[in-house]
């Protein structure tokens, strides 16, 4: 094999460095603090205990907490704000952190159709319920089980016994279409001649029927499929018709569950959970989003330019091309990014800061027309109110596009480990409340304009870090993602986890938009995902994925196993066709051309064994990319098994805008769909070479992407050098 790339990169090692120090038996004993689920007082030491948020408080740069074995029942998400500090489990123990709240005292409510209910506070709010570690089914009607059709306003169905169900406006309605998994909660259900009607909720309709979100490149493609459709209506008592199902009445305080066969619901775990994040550690700033262009003060002749479709920040800039005509901008921070255009009329302009000139030389020329480039930046001034003025200084085009605000001083949580710990019983409520509007891979959009991406929440998230390990854990039971790192973390390695039965993700690294930043410090850089075991994520939102990557620099996605996932096992870029020159855009049929440029690169998928995905949703793929790719430092896929995907496009899968990724010594099998597969001109200069597939079917419509060498067998008969990569695929322990 060629070029194979299946060593640790640095982030691991020190993963490994990390897990290997130590034991409570040898640790300084001011360093070392002990946490128990029965723990008191404040002492926190090994053979007397505190309580876990006292150890938290007394947590300091250079401690480790260790926790005794047993559940820790969360009622608040612990905030480790603190740098240099480590959270372990206790050696040959295991500590397992709830946002779960037990569920007693259950009496059989209906005989005919074995429903039990129990009582819970008034206004409880969670969408999981998980009995004797089992995830129970939240009660729906089976797959299409009417005939609906689209209304202006939801859907009718001839079946009448839609509008006798109570609590109308806490049902929802789901489709399941291509890509997308999209849900709505009802507004109202009546009566429509022999059948019902149902109302969704005007906003939701909205965003997902009516005008369906579509920011075009970098944010999204082409914004469809919409909600069209019902393959199933969820959350209802009259819907509790077999075991294993449960419904929540929040308003009367009661929970009814159809117990599994053999289940005895006084000895049986009911766990409720109602935690959204088990533990976040935040750096600051936090995450950063641009500013429209209409907040900048304007003095002299400008041309304010809205509805443009040529891919400014929201589809509007200010322009001049007269001598001291300027701009300025008042903002609470420690730095500001100025977006612009850079093009061949672009020109020269000053700066000023406070007042102060910046004596460096800034222009917008440029050969090409690229769209929301960093014109100008100041980072690092003292935290407080500040004014930046931009002149022009000829009669050139200066352009702006937006700003972006850095609120506080870059300074990451950073030397953060947690290892050994259990992460369990959490929720996310949003979908009940707004709906879940899809874009893709588990991003969703925001309901208020103009419309920003959102993820759902981790057990465990870190916001702003630097060198964070997060080794040897288990998430499973969980009602969002199992681990997250996001706003720009750095440095930092997630290895030997066991992530099972997530409603949403199972790893989720990166943002979708700061693909314009230009400045190191605030990037997500040098990540690496290896050896873990993820499986049967995505239990409730189907677009989820195993590992998503948004934008980043180096990140390492290696020796992970991925199985039984809805949709694509690794999902790696954003953008879309962003980053492809205009004439490939053009090829593509896209009437104008929005572009710019993107930092992710150096990007490597090595080693991965990743079977039975795409079992529910299409168009994607075992290994997907999307967006471009650095040239100066070409990403890789290499070494990886994929294998057995029933809904696959294609089992290789680089997708719109895909670029400069070095492809090959994989081997593929899967007979239906593709097993290599480009649709599109604005997917270009990918090498493709040396894999080994049972299946010879490929599209290839990128520009300069070229296939060689495949090796094609049947019956299974793999040559050894196949042989090897598959005995080499997932995790090494």
Same mark, same amino acid.
């Given at each position: 094999?060629?070029?194979?790339?299946?060593?640790?990169?640095?982030?691991?090692?020190?993963?490994?460095?990390?897990?290997?120090?130590?034991?409570?038996?040898?640790?300084?004993?001011?360093?070392?603090?002990?946490?128990?689920?029965?723990?008191?007082?404040?002492?926190?030491?090994?053979?007397?205990?505190?309580?876990?948020?006292?150890?938290?408080?007394?947590?300091?740069?250079?401690?480790?907490?260790?926790?005794?074995?047993?559940?820790?029942?969360?009622?608040?998400?612990?905030?480790?704000?603190?740098?240099?500090?480590?959270?372990?489990?206790?050696?040959?123990?295991?500590?397992?952190?709830?946002?779960?709240?037990?569920?007693?005292?259950?009496?059989?409510?209906?005989?005919?159709?074995?429903?039990?209910?129990?009582?819970?506070?008034?206004?409880?709010?969670?969408?999981?319920?998980?009995?004797?570690?089992?995830?129970?089914?939240?009660?729906?009607?089976?797959?299409?089980?009417?005939?609906?059709?689209?209304?202006?306003?939801?859907?009718?169905?001839?079946?009448?016994?839609?509008?006798?169900?109570?609590?109308?406006?806490?049902?929802?309605?789901?489709?399941?279409?291509?890509?997308?998994?999209?849900?709505?909660?009802?507004?109202?259900?009546?009566?429509?001649?022999?059948?019902?009607?149902?109302?969704?909720?005007?906003?939701?309709?909205?965003?997902?029927?009516?005008?369906?979100?579509?920011?075009?490149?970098?944010?999204?493609?082409?914004?469809?499929?919409?909600?069209?459709?019902?393959?199933?209506?969820?959350?209802?008592?009259?819907?509790?018709?077999?075991?294993?199902?449960?419904?929540?009445?929040?308003?009367?305080?009661?929970?009814?569950?159809?117990?599994?066969?053999?289940?005895?619901?006084?000895?049986?775990?009911?766990?409720?959970?109602?935690?959204?994040?088990?533990?976040?550690?935040?750096?600051?700033?936090?995450?950063?989003?641009?500013?429209?262009?209409?907040?900048?003060?304007?003095?002299?002749? +400008? @041309?304010?330019? &809205?509805?443009?479709?040529?891919? *400014?920040? #929201?589809? %509007? !800039?200010?322009?001049?091309?007269? /001598?001291?005509?300027?701009?300025?901008?008042?903002?609470?921070?420690?730095?500001?990014?100025?977006?612009?255009?850079?093009?061949?009329?672009?020109?020269?302009?000053?700066?000023?800061?406070?007042?102060?000139?910046?004596?460096?030389?800034?222009?917008?020329?440029?050969?090409?027309?690229?769209?929301?480039?960093?014109?100008?930046?100041?980072?690092?001034?003292?935290?407080?109110?500040?004014?930046?003025?931009?002149?022009?200084?000829?009669?050139?085009?200066?352009?702006?596009?937006?700003?972006?605000?850095?609120?506080?001083?870059?300074?990451?949580?950073?030397?953060?480990?947690?290892?050994?710990?259990?992460?369990?019983?959490?929720? +996310? @409520?949003?979908? &009940?409340?707004?709906?879940?509007? *899809?874009? #893709?891979? %588990? !991003?969703?959009?925001?309901?208020? /304009?103009?419309?920003?991406?959102?993820?759902?929440?981790?057990?465990?998230?870190?916001?702003?870090?630097?060198?964070?390990?997060?080794?040897?854990?288990?998430?499973?039971?969980?009602?969002?993602?199992?681990?997250?790192?996001?706003?720009?973390?750095?440095?930092?390695?997630?290895?030997?986890?066991?992530?099972?039965?997530?409603?949403?993700?199972?790893?989720?690294?990166?943002?979708?938009?700061?693909?314009?930043?230009?400045?190191?410090?605030?990037?997500?850089?040098?990540?690496?995902?290896?050896?873990?075991?993820?499986?049967?994520?995505?239990?409730?939102?189907?677009?989820?994925?195993?590992?998503?990557?948004?934008?980043?620099?180096? @990140?390492?996605?290696?020796?992970?196993?991925?199985?039984?996932?809805?949709?694509?096992?690794?999902?790696?870029?954003?953008?879309?066709?962003?980053?492809?020159?205009?004439?490939?855009?053009?090829?593509?049929?896209?009437?104008?051309?929005?572009?710019?440029?993107?930092?992710?690169?150096?990007?490597?998928?090595?080693?991965?064994?990743?079977?039975?995905?795409?079992?529910?949703?299409?168009?994607?793929?075992?290994?997907?990319?999307?967006?471009?790719?650095?040239?100066?430092?070409?990403?890789?896929?290499?070494?990886?098994?994929?294998?057995?995907?029933?809904?696959?496009?294609?089992?290789?899968?680089?997708?719109?805008?895909?670029?400069?990724?070095?492809?090959?010594?994989?081997?593929?099998?899967?007979?239906?769909?593709?097993?290599?597969?480009?649709?599109?001109?604005?997917?270009?200069?990918?090498?493709?070479?040396?894999?080994?597939?049972?299946?010879?079917?490929?599209?290839?419509?990128?520009?300069?992407?070229?296939?060689?060498?495949?090796?094609?067998?049947?019956?299974?008969?793999?040559?050894?050098?196949?042989?090897?990569?598959?005995?080499?695929?997932?995790?090494?322990?």
């Amino acid at each position: 094999m060629r070029h194979l790339r299946l060593a640790l990169g640095t982030a691991a090692a020190a993963v490994l460095a990390a897990a290997s120090l130590a034991a409570p038996a040898t640790a300084a004993a001011d360093n070392a603090i002990y946490a128990a689920p029965d723990g008191f007082g404040r002492s926190c030491v090994r053979f007397l205990p505190c309580t876990l948020p006292t150890a938290v408080d007394r947590l300091h740069s250079g401690s480790v907490l260790y926790l005794r074995g047993g559940t820790y029942r969360l009622t608040d998400t612990i905030e480790l704000n603190r740098s240099g500090v480590s959270i372990r489990a206790y050696p040959g123990e295991q500590p397992v952190l709830t946002g779960a709240k037990r569920v007693t005292g259950f009496t059989l409510s209906d005989p005919a159709k074995n429903i039990y209910v129990a009582r819970v506070p008034r206004g409880t709010d969670t969408r999981q319920l998980f009995v004797d570690g089992v995830r129970a089914e939240r009660a729906r009607t089976e797959l299409n089980s009417a005939t609906f059709t689209a209304t202006a306003t939801g859907f009718t169905t001839p079946d009448p016994s839609f509008a006798e169900v109570t609590n109308q406006s806490d049902v929802e309605v789901v489709q399941e279409n291509k890509w997308k998994h999209m849900r709505c909660p009802l507004a109202s259900i009546t009566a429509a001649g022999a059948g019902s009607n149902l109302v969704v909720r005007p906003d939701c309709w909205q965003d997902n029927n009516v005008a369906v979100i579509n920011r075009q490149f970098p944010f999204n493609g082409n914004g469809l499929p919409k909600l069209d459709g019902v393959s199933w209506v969820e959350n209802a008592y009259q819907f509790l018709t077999k075991p294993g199902q449960w419904y929540l009445d929040k308003n009367a305080g009661k929970l009814y569950y159809i117990p599994l066969p053999g289940q005895n619901l006084g000895q049986a775990d009911v766990e409720l959970p109602l935690l959204e994040t088990l533990i976040s550690a935040s750096g600051t700033p936090g995450h950063i989003e641009p500013v429209d262009d209409s907040v900048g003060t304007y003095a002299g002749a +400008w @041309t304010n330019s &809205t509805g443009r479709q040529l891919g *400014d920040f #929201q589809d %509007g !800039v200010h322009a001049t091309q007269t /001598a001291g005509a300027s701009v300025s901008y008042t903002f609470t921070g420690t730095g500001l990014d100025v977006l612009g255009e850079t093009n061949t009329d672009g020109g020269a302009f000053t700066a000023a800061v406070d007042g102060k000139p910046d004596a460096a030389p800034h222009s917008e020329h440029g050969d090409v027309r690229l769209a929301q480039q960093v014109v100008y930046s100041v980072q690092n001034l003292r935290p407080g109110r500040h004014t930046v003025t931009l002149t022009n200084t000829g009669s050139a085009s200066l352009l702006v596009d937006a700003f972006a605000v850095t609120p506080e001083a870059v300074r990451p949580v950073h030397d953060v480990s947690i290892s050994g710990l259990t992460f369990t019983g959490t929720t +996310w @409520t949003l979908p &009940t409340h707004v709906g879940y509007i *899809d874009n #893709q891979a %588990g !991003v969703q959009w925001a309901v208020n /304009a103009p419309h920003a991406p959102l993820r759902p929440p981790a057990a465990l998230e870190i916001h702003r870090g630097k060198n964070i390990t997060v080794t040897g854990n288990t998430f499973t039971h969980l009602g969002d993602v199992g681990v997250a790192l996001t706003d720009g973390t750095q440095n930092s390695a997630i290895a030997r986890n066991v992530i099972t039965d997530t409603s949403a993700g199972g790893v989720a690294v990166g943002e979708v938009d700061d693909y314009y930043l230009a400045d190191p410090s605030r990037m997500t850089l040098n990540t690496t995902i290896a050896d873990n075991t993820i499986t049967s994520v995505g239990q409730d939102y189907h677009d989820a994925v195993g590992i998503w990557v948004g934008h980043g620099r180096h @990140t390492v996605i290696e020796h992970n196993e991925i199985a039984h996932t809805p949709y694509s096992g690794i999902s790696l870029g954003w953008g879309w066709g962003w980053a492809s020159p205009c004439e490939l855009q053009a090829k593509q049929g896209l009437a104008v051309c929005r572009r710019g440029t993107i930092y992710s690169g150096d990007n490597h998928i090595l080693g991965n064994n990743i079977h039975d995905v795409m079992r529910t949703l299409l168009d994607g793929g075992p290994i997907y990319t999307l967006g471009g790719q650095d040239p100066r430092a070409e990403s890789t896929v290499v070494g990886n098994w994929v294998h057995d995907a029933p809904n696959n496009n294609n089992m290789l899968y680089h997708d719109e805008g895909s670029s400069y990724w070095d492809t090959h010594d994989n081997v593929v099998s899967n007979k239906t769909g593709r097993w290599v597969g480009m649709w599109t001109p604005t997917i270009h200069d990918i090498t493709i070479h040396d894999n080994f597939t049972d299946n010879t079917v490929v599209k290839n419509l990128g520009t300069n992407v070229v296939i060689t060498n495949t090796t094609v067998v049947s019956d299974g008969n793999w040559p050894a050098a196949a042989k090897a990569i598959m005995a080499a695929a997932g995790p090494r322990h």
